[in-house]
């Protein structure tokens, strides 16, 4: 862990930092020297004199352990700080650079709390494999100076923070890949497998798999996909199609699945999507043992769960999505493929209508549908 935290030191001036601000990311950089006048970035624009900075980036070297501290963190630090200190979500990567990205939280508070919340600090620090970040602004406000709380709060590294350009891709993007879309099941059951101590139920997920799994096998029959949000009548269209076309209807995620997505519901976002994509493969075998007797329609498949994902890891506008043709979109080689895809839409007013009508029960990412037009636009987007 040691060697890991100095090599993360050694390119810290290469690092851009995000601090997401009203649902979007504002950014600033590092230099070991100021060239040229003092420019605060916006994300400190307004930050009263009085106020203190700081920041918290999980840089565990395992990914898996890295993600459930970040996930829980908030919670201990929404318990543990004073009232009144502000928290954001932020992050830190260089740009362009696949794997790069360090997730956290920044931290905002009055000065008269400062010696508390760096006690808090030291010791998620001592305890944790965290960076701890320290932010002091001038006398005049124009120019903020960053300490690294490396190997000791007594004696930071010091850093210029710059304002920085807005990457050309979101940062979220750079650990993307089989993160937060999986695209093979080797990489799904790798996650699932590293928490077997801590999630006995993933043994039973993963004994849900077939001992072989055939993506290249063309079915005998079509396999028609169809995908939407919940409550834009994708159960009135499947069962139509089902009983015109006397074809088999399958689900994703699927039934033999309902019992544990309550609890992979409540897990970080790495090991929930993880859950989800071995759904896909044991969906997938499902589709290639009846597609061999009939036609198959599916309520959901790997299009939805690659939405969610991306909509979710990506914040701010509808831009800042991968562009068309990035490899995020790609299909998995190793997933069946269906032969058509059928996206259902609806006025969002009269999906809200039907969802209360039937009295269902939301999962966080509804709850966000609601609330959140951009998360909104950009899951329509990706869909």
Known sequence: ??????????????????????????YFGVREQLRGEPVPPDVFSEVQKQDRCYSLLVCSGDR??????????????QTQLPPGSGLRSMSSFIPDQKGSLLKGYFLQSQAGNSSLIEDILTDLEQRNPVLVCSYSQSEDGQQW???????SEENPVRFCVVPSETPKHHPSVLNMINSDVFYSLEEACDVLKQCGDIIPETRSVLGMLPSSLDARRKPDFPVIVIEGLDATGKTTL???????LGATLLRSPPQC???????FDREPPLIRRAFYAVGNYITAEQINQEASKSPVIVDRFWHSTAAYAIATAVTGPVSNLPHEGAE???????LLQPSLVILLTLDPEERKRRLRSRGLMKTDEEEELDHNKLFRLRLDKNA
């Open 257 to 263: 699945l309902s019992a544990w997505r309550g609890r």
């Open 1 to 26: 862990m040691a060697r890991h935290l100095k090599l993360l030191v050694q390119r810290w001036s290469s690092r851009v930092f995000s601090v997401e601000v009203d649902g979007a990311p504002r």
């Open 328 to 334: 995020v979109y790609r299909w998995p080689g190793d």
């Open 238 to 244: 499947t069962e139509s199609l089902r009983d015109s």
């Open 145 to 151: 100076t960053q300490c690294l709380w490396y190997q």
């Open 64 to 77: 898996v352990t890295g993600d459930r501290f970040h996930w829980e963190l908030r919670d201990r630090l």
